[in-house]
C-alpha cells in the first residue's frame, strides 16, 4: 500500500498551467499567434509583389536542371554501335579480344563491357566458335 502519493485530483483546486518558464501559457499562445502573424503577413506580402511566384519558378528551374544533368550522366558515356564481328578462336579472351581491338585511349576494362552489351553476353564466358559484335566509340 502506498504511504507518500503524488497524486492530485483536477478537480482539488484550480491552477494556472505553466509553461517551461515563467510564462503562463496564454502569454506563450500569444506570442507564438503574433509569430504566426508576422509569417503570414510576410508570405502574403511577397505574394503580392508577386516574388513568391518568381521564387517558385526559380526553384522549379533548378530542380528541373539537376534532374537533366542527372539523366544526362546516369546514361552512358557513348553510345555502344556494333561494328564488327569477331568469331573467338581456342584460346581467346574477352580480355585478349578487347586488348586487340580496343582504342587506343580506353580502358580495357571498359571495351569488354561494350563487348558484352553488343553481343548480349551475361557473364564473360566464351567458348571457340561464338561470334562476338564488337563495339565502336
Known amino acids: 500500500m502506498l504511504k507518500y502519493s503524488t497524486y492530485r485530483s483536477i478537480y482539488d483546486e484550480t491552477r494556472e498551467v505553466q509553461s517551461a518558464g515563467d510564462d503562463s501559457v496564454l502569454e506563450y499562445v500569444i506570442r507564438m499567434k503574433k509569430s504566426a502573424e508576422t509569417l503570414f503577413g510576410t508570405l502574403m506580402s ?10 517558385a519558378m526559380i526553384l522549379m528551374l533548378a530542380v528541373s536542371g539537376f534532374t537533366v544533368v ?10 555502344v ?10 584460346g581467346d579472351s ?5 586488348l586487340a581491338h580496343k582504342p587506343s585511349d580506353m580502358r580495357t576494362v571498359v571495351y ?10 551475361k557473364g564473360s564466358d ?5 561470334v562476338l559484335t564488337l563495339p565502336a566509340y
Open 46 to 55: 511577397l505574394f503580392r509583389r508577386g516574388q513568391l511566384v518568381k521564387l
Open 70 to 79: 542527372g539523366n544526362v550522366f546516369a546514361g552512358s558515356v557513348s553510345s
Open 81 to 90: 554501335l556494333p561494328a564488327e564481328r569477331v568469331v573467338v578462336e581456342r
Open 94 to 98: 574477352l580480355w585478349s579480344i578487347a
Open 112 to 121: 569488354i563491357e561494350g563487348i558484352k552489351k553488343a553481343s548480349g553476353l
Open 126 to 130: 566464351i567458348q571457340a566458335g561464338d
